[in-house]
């Protein structure tokens, strides 16, 4: 007996895609408020350029879901970067602190000869 399994297809953003949902993950942040991913992906359908043209190719318009997903990975990778940050500050201290460990001892070894 075969299995059927639901085929799904693996699509990847493309720079503009990204371009405009970080920017708006980044106004979300900066000015507190929450995206309704619904409204996200209406704004993305009537978005114009300079010349008055869709931004976005209705091939280009992205569901909720996959806006959801973008915004949560988004989220994942800048905290990280955050956290990344406070592990190196606590190495720079524990640096500092051998530093004058290493100048104590070598101190030590010069008065003992």
Same mark, same amino acid.
């Given at each position: 007996?075969? @299995? !059927?399994?639901?085929? %799904?297809k693996v699509?990847? =953003?493309n720079?503009?895609?990204?371009?405009? =949902? %970080?920017?708006?993950f980044?106004e *979300? $942040?900066?000015?507190?408020?929450?995206?309704?991913?619904?409204?996200?992906?209406?704004?993305?359908?009537?978005?114009?350029? =300079?010349?008055?043209? #869709?931004?976005? %190719?209705?091939?280009? #318009? =992205? /569901?909720? @879901?996959?806006?959801?997903? !973008?915004?949560?990975?988004? /989220?994942?990778?800048?905290?990280?970067?955050t956290? %990344? $940050?406070? $592990? *190196?500050?606590?190495?720079?201290? #524990?640096?500092?602190n051998q530093?004058?460990e290493?100048t104590?001892?070598?101190?030590?070894?010069?008065?003992s000869?």
């Open positions: 007996m075969m @299995g !059927f399994a639901k085929r %799904t699509s990847r =953003l720079e503009s895609q990204i371009q405009y =949902l %970080t920017e708006k980044d *979300d $942040v900066q000015q507190r408020i929450r995206w309704k991913l619904e409204e996200v992906s209406g704004e993305m359908q009537r978005k114009n350029d =300079l010349k008055d043209r #869709f931004y976005f %190719t209705p091939a280009e #318009f =992205l /569901k909720p @879901g996959l806006i959801r997903s !973008f915004f949560s990975r988004l /989220k994942a990778i800048r905290e990280k970067q956290e %990344t $940050v406070v $592990v *190196d500050e606590d190495d720079d201290e #524990f640096d500092d530093v004058v290493d104590e001892q070598r101190n030590n070894l010069r008065n000869m």
